[in-house]
């Protein structure tokens, strides 16, 4: 059962962060409107129901800076939180940039760490599984890592809404997509690595995810059994 506890961030914080991560989900056109509207529903029915949203419009950049520009912590943890939804799918889109540079501005933020993320546009995509392992090197291999500033920016995000924690472990899968080969009429066209190995910040994620379910569980009592 949902619970109650305490929040650093308001109710209308939370109204335009929930909006302003769908606005990032539904960015790059993945989702059709019967799928936008079901996952609004479970938003406000499942993840935090003790809010009255008013509607599920993707978020402007003027509501967002608005509601959590005033505070340089808040807008930093949502970018954060924002970058996190746009990677879960293992493809970090022109258009999902595009919009989280729109947001960098609203809230007076540095848009460098995105300059980094950005190094993944054209990795993070079965055909070229091999660059997105090139952007991992070894710890002791020497070489310059260019994702070090994200993953070590990533790895600061702490959550502290059960609402964010819900919304976190339903996005972010709970183990690693199998790999698999697409096969037409017998014959493969693609072949299709784990998500692992297709997302050079796949780690960050999953810690994002275990953070949030520990702060379900020891935080807010609740049972996380239906997210594991």
Not at 145 to 151: G, I, Q, S
Not at 170 to 190: A, T
Not at 193 to 207: A, H, R, S, T, W
Request: with cysteine; glycine share 4%.
């Amino acid at each position: 059962m949902p619970t109650v506890t305490n929040s650093p961030y308001t109710e209308a914080q939370i109204k335009v962060w929930l909006r302003g991560l769908l606005t990032i989900a539904w960015a790059d056109g993945d989702f059709d409107q019967d799928e936008q509207a079901l996952i609004a529903d479970m938003t406000q029915e499942e993840l935090a129901p003790c809010i009255d949203f008013d509607h599920f419009d993707p978020v402007t950049p003027e509501e967002l800076g608005t509601t959590l520009g005033d505070d340089p912590q808040v807008a930093e943890n949502f970018l954060r939180m924002a970058v996190m939804v746009a990677l879960a799918d293992g493809v970090y889109s022109v258009e999902e940039d595009e919009q989280l540079q729109a947001f960098c501005q609203v809230l007076n933020l540095e848009d460098n760490i995105l300059t980094s993320v950005r190094s993944t546009l054209y990795s993070l995509s079965p055909d070229n599984a091999e660059v997105a392992e090139g952007l991992r090197p070894p710890a002791d291999s020497g070489k310059i890592d260019p994702l070090k500033p994200a993953r070590e920016w990533l790895d600061q995000l702490e959550v502290h809404d059960p609402r964010l924690a819900r919304f976190v472990c339903k996005l972010i899968p709970s183990q690693c997509p199998f790999e698999r080969d697409v096969v037409l009429f017998n014959k493969k066209l693609v072949h299709i690595p784990p998500m692992c190995k297709l997302n050079p910040l796949y780690e960050q994620l999953v810690g994002l995810r275990f953070r949030a379910l520990s702060y379900l569980a020891d935080d807010c009592g609740e049972d996380v059994t239906p997210l594991l």
